[in-house]
Structure formats: C-alpha cells, structure tokens
C-alpha cells in the first residue's frame, strides 16, 4: 500500500489565490497555501477563464428553468451557457484521468458553489460546474471553502476519504496527517 500518496484536491483557482473571479480579485484562502508541502495536491480549475469569459468580467446569474438553468451577464444578458458547458466537459474529461478525491469549490458561484448558488427564485443549488462534478465523480466529496474550518463537516468528509482511499488500496497516511494539520489549523 503506497504510503506517500498525498491527497488530491480539484480546487476552485479564486481560492488558491488566483485573480480569476469576476472582479479580478481572488478569494484566497490562507490555509490552502500555508499547508506543509506533501499534505495534499491541489489541481486548480475556473471555469468562466476555461471557458474563455476572461478577466474581470461581468458579474453573471443562473436564470430561467432551475433544472436546466442558463448562465447570464448581470448587465448585457448575454448567454454564455454553450460556452460553459463546453468548457465543463474539457474540463472534467482531463480530470478523468487523474481523478481528485475531494471537491474543494467557491460558495455562492454560478459554477462552482455547492449547495448555496442562487437559481432564479431557488437559492442553495449548486453551481454548472458542481453539479456536472456530481454527475461525473459521484460519492466524490464536494465542499465550499467554509466546511473543512468546521469540525463536525471535517470528520464527515474524512470519513468518506478515509473509506474511499482503504478501496482504492491507498494508505491513509498522508489523509490522518491533512486531518491532523487541519484540527490544529481551525480546532475540533
């Protein structure tokens, strides 16, 4: 059993530190960049840069039908749902080969918040790209940047890796030492 195999994380780039977001800031997140190295391995992803709506851009909303929503600027009502589809799929298809084992997103996006995008009238629904990582990776964690600074979520989530990588014949070394360095980061 490989002992030395750190854990995988799909991570919104906005929270890695990247200038991506609409307004070409970040929502960086301090603890994914302090982490000692070897802890986990992080492979960005955005989406709306993916699929070419560059930065800064318009502030976009998820409108019209809730289960087959479109993605629009806020102020040309432009629709770039083709776009990001497209790009979605490019996306999760090179994710395929080398398959993170946690979903780490950025709450409230149109893509990548999980559980707490607005939809026209519906709020806490994920975004196109969350929900199209759900199709793709079922059972395959997928969390906001607030739920592993909260213990009882945290251990839920281990849980499932824990589980997931004694399937996957996978040591949970480098998992018990993640778990570790994140109760001492935010307690629990």
């Known amino acids: 059993m490989p002992s030395h195999v750190p854990v995988h994380f799909g991570v ?3 929270l890695l530190g990247a200038r991506v977001r609409y307004d070409a800031r970040d929502k960086r997140q301090d603890w994914l ?3 000692p190295a070897g802890l986990f391995r992080a492979t960005p992803v955005c989406p709306e840069v993916d699929a070419g709506l560059g930065t800064p851009r318009e502030p976009m909303t998820l409108v019209g ?3 087959a ?3 629009v600027g806020n102020d040309s009502g432009a629709d770039h749902t083709a776009a990001l589809a497209s790009a979605i799929e490019a996306r999760l298809r090179a994710f395929a080969i080398d398959p993170p084992e946690l979903w780490l997103l950025k709450a409230k996006s149109p893509s990548c918040g999980v559980g707490t995008t607005p939809r026209g009238a519906l709020t806490g629904q994920d975004g ?5 990582v759900a199709r793709c990776f079922p059972g395959v ?3 906001d940047e607030a739920t592993l600074s909260n213990f009882r979520e945290r251990s839920r989530i281990f849980g499932i890796l824990r589980a997931r990588r004694c399937e996957a014949d996978l040591a949970c070394t480098p998992l018990d030492a993640l778990e570790t360095w994140l109760a001492l980061r935010f307690g629990g």
């Open 65 to 67: 039908d809730p289960t």
């Open 69 to 71: 929503p479109r993605l």
């Open 33 to 35: 960049l302090d982490a």
């Open 12 to 14: 919104s780039a906005c």
């Open 128 to 132: 196109l790209f969350a929900e199209a």
């Open 141 to 143: 964690p997928r969390v």
